[in-house]
């Protein structure tokens, strides 16, 4: 059986632009399986796995969240952080049109939008993340200074269990 070829995403041509370092991990996308698939079919840690999370606040202005796959977005202390009442999720179709991705496949490079990225400050401490590569089953591995580098994301703290 041949090898699957890696995709060539807008979030991958991005990381290339910037030159990150960064290595491919394909698994069996499962719907609804969120990080607990990715990082049971990768033999990854789950905290290591970033979700991509699109949300929005009260008057509609989209925003991404990085959070770690074991752990909960506060929404409320969100809010509270960035300065405005209320945070609450994207629907998948608002997600996609912001994003430019399929819902399950949502990576915070090379998005439609340009967008403000807010990322728990602890993801910032990992030896090595793993985050989606824009397309469902895909992730891409790599140290957290890259991303820091390329999405500049205001450092948050509103991680819950």
Not at 15 to 39: C, I, N
Not at 40 to 64: N, Y
Request: with cysteine.
């Amino acid at each position: 059986m041949a090898k699957e070829k890696t995709p060539v995403t807008a979030a991958v041509r991005q990381l290339r632009t910037e030159q990150v370092t960064f290595s491919d991990h394909l698994y069996v996308y499962e719907e609804k399986g969120g990080t607990a698939a990715s990082s049971r079919e990768l033999g990854l840690d789950e905290h290591a796995v970033i979700k991509t999370l699109v949300m929005e606040d009260e008057r509609s202005r989209p925003l991404i969240v990085l959070m770690h796959g074991d752990l909960q977005v506060s929404t409320k202390e969100l809010a509270r952080v960035i300065g405005v009442k209320q945070v609450s999720p994207c629907s998948a179709e608002v997600a996609q049109k912001q994003s430019g991705y399929l819902f399950g496949g949502t990576s915070p490079f090379g998005t439609r939008q340009l967008l403000p990225v807010y990322m728990e400050e602890s993801i910032a401490g990992l030896p090595r993340i793993y985050i989606n590569g824009g397309k469902r089953g895909y992730l891409v591995g790599m140290v957290p200074s890259e991303l820091v580098r390329v999405l500049k994301p205001q450092m948050v703290t509103v991680g819950i269990r």
